[in-house]
């Protein structure tokens, strides 16, 4: 079971305006007896609901402002050339 100290809440707020919510833990690969085995856990996504309601409750929380310029779409498309008649 985690608690406060083992549970980080992450909101990633892009140029855009849109906000990402993610959850990650601490976890051990071997034993909590070894430092070196201790990690974070994948982020998971969670609802902005779940973000307020468990940092009101006093979790940790983090507010990341992410600066990345918007995708470049490409297109996967080819025109195809007319052939002659």
């Known amino acids: 079971m985690h608690n406060r ?3 980080l809440y992450i909101c990633e707020e892009y140029i855009s305006g849109n ?3 993610y959850k990650t833990e601490l976890i051990t690969h071997d034993s909590w007896r ?3 085995s201790i990690a974070w856990s994948t982020p998971r996504p969670i609802s902005k609901a779940t973000f307020l309601k468990q940092k009101k409750a006093g979790f940790r ?3 990341r402002f ?3 310029p ?3 779409v490409i297109s996967i498309h080819k025109r195809h050339a007319r052939s002659p008649e």
């Open 34 to 36: 070894k430092p070196e």
């Open 5 to 7: 100290h083992t549970v």
């Open 70 to 72: 918007p995708a470049t």
């Open 61 to 63: 929380t983090e507010h």
């Open 19 to 21: 906000c990402y919510y």
């Open 66 to 68: 992410v600066n990345k």
